[in-house]
């Protein structure tokens, strides 16, 4: 059974650009959730999709933006690059949004803003 | 607000020698908590999670860990560690708040094992 697969494995972008980040969950999972994860700031939320309907959101600036497709495959696109946008960009998914239940995570999208 | 704390950004052990990683949450509710593991280049795994009953919880690759609400503590432990153990830890608790459920995560331990 395939894990959770996150394309591309890494990016190099030039601030002012936007970005595509995609994310294919394990077959039968509908909950797909974000996360970025910076040396600084750790592990944080970005937004969480479950049945093509954005279920709940981090702290993020309007700039991140996501979603998910009937196949239950999610993308996220950050428009406007900062150089503080740099990030290991992960994605995990789960049967259902229920609390508690195990997230499966992808080796996520290394993001490089220069 | 709620809150992970993860006091060890790094800790060297010795292959063989006993691991417990330290984990503070501050959260109103019953927490349900967890353990992730990340491997360099790679996403991170659960290791194990405790939601209520008994409050030493085992999980993956012989770690357990303890649930001490008195002290508001979640820590991994582990009796004999083992190279492969090199990793990064994670705490986190799955909270809700607004009618909104996130994880939130501790910054994170790095642990190195010499030989």
């Known amino acids: 059974k395939a894990g959770v697969t996150q394309t591309p494995r890494y990016l190099i972008k030039t601030r002012g650009q936007q970005v595509t980040l995609s994310c294919s969950p394990i077959?039968?999972?509908?909950?797909v959730s974000w996360y970025q994860q910076t040396p600084g700031q750790g592990l944080q939320f970005l937004f969480e999709?479950?049945?093509?309907?954005?279920?709940n959101k981090g702290n993020f600036p309007g700039r991140f933006s996501g979603r998910q497709f009937s196949n239950s495959r999610s993308e996220m696109n950050v428009s406007t690059l900062e150089l503080g946008d740099s990030a290991l960009y992960l994605c995990?998914?789960?049967?259902?949004?229920?609390?508690?239940?195990?997230?499966?995570f992808g080796s996520g999208t290394q993001l490089s803003v220069l | 607000a709620q809150s992970v704390t993860q006091p060890d950004i790094h800790i060297t052990v010795s292959e063989g020698a006993s691991l417990e990683l330290r984990c503070n949450y501050s959260?109103?509710?019953?927490?349900?908590l967890f353990w992730y593991v990340q491997s360099p280049g790679q996403g991170l795994q659960l290791l194990l999670k405790?939601?209520?009953?008994?409050?030493l919880v085992q999980g993956i690759k012989g770690f357990e860990a303890e649930f001490k609400r008195s002290q508001s503590s979640f820590n991994l432990r582990k009796p004999s560690v083992h190279w492969s153990d090199a990793a990064e830890y994670f705490c986190?608790?799955?909270?809700?708040?607004?009618?909104?459920?996130?994880?939130?995560f501790g910054k994170g331990t790095k642990l190195t094992v010499n030989p």
């Open positions: 999709y479950f049945s093509e309907t954005q279920r």
């Open positions: 986190a608790v799955d909270t809700i708040q607004g009618g909104s459920e996130k994880l939130v």
């Open positions: 077959s039968g999972h509908r909950s």
């Open positions: 405790y939601f209520s009953g008994d409050t």
């Open positions: 959260y109103g509710a019953t927490p349900y």
């Open positions: 995990a998914s789960s049967w259902a949004p229920s609390r508690g239940e195990k997230l499966f």
